[in-house]
């Protein structure tokens, strides 16, 4: 395998931020173990966001850890460094060892979100490596995707040979295994692949026959199963440039629009000695000086208190700052939200009323909103940053306008308390998006021109409000990211066209460019309304490749709830028999009703 | 006060110097020594460094001072190595009463350029031994600047191999990257910005120069 590093040295001096490309990061683990399996792990974004991804790092850790098996990085080159691999002929290569991603047995993409797709042909292309999976043969390294994406692979599933489906701590190094004797005992592609077939959680497109469901691996025991305590430490500053730990998986909140909450069932925790351990050697092994505490909703962790008191010892010992970046307004409570500077919290209502937080089940009042503010307020806090949706199933205009009700009852509990200091409300509103595996995924995505119509009306709302400022997600890119979630395998050949039109870095918005999706669309035959659609209760849905473990009765029967504005207990309160239990037992009920 | 001496080279070399002082406090983290933090609002890890280096420069005599105390300090030295990524390792450790401030006191470098073909070393350090202006262009705030820099070369030396430029650091200062851009346009050499080795660094005192090692050995 030839090494590329001496292509590489010369541009360095000619591209931004050069140690993206260099690698050498501490904890850096052995990258010259004798006869390994050589796998690559690829990012299709920057080196900034792809090492801030914790899954990728738990990967990383758990095949290098492996005795006979390497596992590199790639992350998209910035164009910058684009120009120069074409001007200089060069394929694209790992970061660790400069190996050519042709060149590696299997390479693997991490798919994170959708406005990546159009990146992972970029990187191929730029690897010299064919889009189509039907189009590569046996001298090619074998194409994996994961990651949360895989939810609905469809949209790309002709451009790899596997998806994985599901958690990966366990599934890709088995998946691994399998590739590497099937390559020692000299078997086809095929014959490799066919094996593969047989693993939990694997869907192989190629040889997938109509009907078969791709049950989604799981992580059964959350407490053993590996974590990242030996991460790399990034020489350059990275977007989540701290330790993470996670305290456990799943999701009990049952927010409708959710997708990681019903796709990550069940609740899996992790004991408090278990991440106070984890913790520790985490700080000690990578000279991190900010801990964030991750999980889909911090605040709810059944231990948060007792573990929030023993970190905070910790932290103080190893002088490091903690940050809880997820926390329901329920599960607010001013000692847990120990940021020492007071500057800024964050919350997401989602809606702007109450009836329609009762649609999206955010089981919050408004009361509770105020009153956990109050708190806040009183504590020291001055900014507030607040997340909401628009284009929400059964909305309103004036749950519209109820935002920023909302915004200035908000101000008014602030000046009631505080006199003297300035107050900061950002509000944000994206666009919502139907997500598959939740109760609405079968709900449409609105229109652009209602989109920019609930945007300006927002805009009108917030007029003249002081202290308060609002920002929206564009609706071109909501649009496009719509299609992409809720698509099927037509748009293989649209990501295709797109990106030969010039598509890429899509998630950038210095980048993304509407008309060429439109054009590429619009040359294969569609338009955006043939993806964003509504479907019917028992339409077979693009996704339905895929069993996420939760029946999609129960997601049905939250949909109508939802159509009624009715709400769902948090699992946490009991057990709401979504079918996950069936598979898995969540670690705070074990599945009792 | 613990003063290391350390070096900066591939891959550590492409690391910006903003990127450099939030590395070093990791490393120094994961030493288990934890020095003084200032005692302000937003407490900071107390390091102090020589002055910045260009990215893609390589370096052989960078400093840091850590405001700690009662630590061996080869014991120190021995777990930095240990703690670093690839591309630093100190090579000398200094114990000082106080604060250096390296970052103010030094006033000149030494930086290797290679230079492939003798008779070029000649004719550039004859250069340097009869002009005294020289004017270089760079690029600064997306902006093409010139400025005229033979002051800030303090000596031309040659030496096998190549060419050492003795250049103004600190306050104020000449960066060897765009000296290097200067004679490659003017000079038509071949050497790259990640050639040039920066191999001392010196303090102003008593009219001259003194090594920051010797200076450091004093204590």
Known sequence: MKNYEKELLPLLGEVEKPAR???????????????????????????????????????????????????????????????????????????????????????GFSVQYEM????????????????????????????????????????????????????????????????????????????????????????????????????????????????????????????????????????????????????????????????????????????????????????????????????KIVADEKRIKLSLPSLRLSSFDGALAMNSRKSSLTFAPEAGSERL??????????????????????DGYTSVKLYFMLGLPTETDDDIRGIGVLAEKIRRTYFEIAHNKKLNVSVSCSVFIPKPVTPFQWCAQIS???????????????????????????????????IFARGDERLNEVIEEAYLSGAKFDGWSECFNFDVWINALK???????????????????????????????????????????ERTRNCREGCNLCGIQKTTK???CGGRK | MITLKYEKKYPFVYVSHIDVLRGMVRIIRRTGFIPEFSKGFNPHMLLFFSPPLAVGVASECEYVTADISGVDEKEFLEAFNKSCPAGVRATASYVTEKNPNLAGNIAASDYLFPVKDPARTAEIVSFFEKCDKYTIEFTQKKEIVEKEVRGQIKAVKPVNGGITFTLATGNDNLRAD?????LKKDFGIETETT??????????????????DEYLKRG
């Open chain 1, 586 to 588: 969540c670690t705070i």
């Open chain 1, 523 to 565: 040359k294969k035959g569609y338009t955006i309304g043939d993806f964003n659609k509504e479907f019917k209760e028992n339409d077979e849905l693009p996704w339905d490749v895929i069993d996420p473990c939760v029946d999609k009765s129960y997601l049905w029967r939250e949909h109508e709830k939802g159509m009624r504005a």
């Open chain 1, 357 to 378: 937080r009762d649609v999206i089940n955010k089981n919050v009042t408004e009361e509770e909103i105020l009153s956990a503010l109050k708190e806040a307020f009183a």
């Open chain 2, 195 to 212: 050639d040039i080795l920066k191999i001392a660094q010196y303090v102003a005192e008593g009219g001259g120069y003194t090594n920051a």
């Open chain 1, 116 to 311: 990546l797709y159009s990146n992972i042909l970029y990187m191929l292309d730029l690897a010299k490596i064919p889009f189509y999976a039907k189009d590569r043969g046996e001298e090619y390294p074998i194409l994996i995707a994961g990651g949360p994406c895989t939810v609905n692979p469809e949209p790309f599933k002709k451009f790899f040979d596997i998806v994985e489906v599901g958690e990966g701590e366990y599934m890709l190094p088995e998946l691994l295994e399998e590739i590497k004797r099937g390559k020692e005992r000299g078997l086809s592609k095929t014959e490799i692949l066919e094996n593969c077939k047989k693993i939990e959680g694997i869907y192989v497109p190629s040889l997938h026959v109509k009907g078969e469901k791709v049950k989604k691996a799981m992580v059964r025991d959350f407490e053993n199963a590996p974590d990242a305590t030996r991460p790399l430490v990034p020489n350059i500053e990275i977007v989540h440039d701290r330790a993470c730990l996670e305290l456990y998986l799943g999701c009990g909140s049952g927010c409708r629009f959710c997708q990681a909450g019903f796709y990550n069932r069940g609740i899996r925790e992790r004991s408090v000695s278990k991440l106070l351990k984890t913790a520790t050697e985490t700080i000690e092994n990578t000279g991190f000086d900010e801990m964030s505490l991750s999980s889909l909703s911090t605040g709810d962790y059944s231990h948060i208190k007792e573990l929030v008191e023993k970190l």
């Open chain 2, 178 to 182: 765009r000296l290097l851009a200067g």
């Open chain 1, 448 to 482: 652009m021109e209602e989109m920019e119509r609930k945007q300006q009306l927002l805009r009108d709302t917030f007029k003249g409000m002081k202290g308060v400022s609002l920002s929206w997600h564009d609706a071109t890119t909501s649009a496009v990211e719509g």
């Open chain 1, 21 to 107: 490309y260099t690698g050498g990061e501490f904890n850096t683990p052995d990258m010259n173990k004798p006869d390994a399996f050589n796998f690559c792990i690829c990012f299709p974004d920057v080196y900034e966001i792809g090492m801030s991804n914790l899954g990728i790092s738990i990967l990383y850790q758990i095949l290098n850890s492996m005795p006979d098996m390497v596992c590199e990085r790639c992350f998209a080159p910035w164009t910058d460094m684009e120009r120069k691999l074409r001007e200089n002929n060069l394929p694209l290569f790992s970061v660790e060892r400069k190996i050519a991603l042709k060149d590696f047995d299997a390479v």
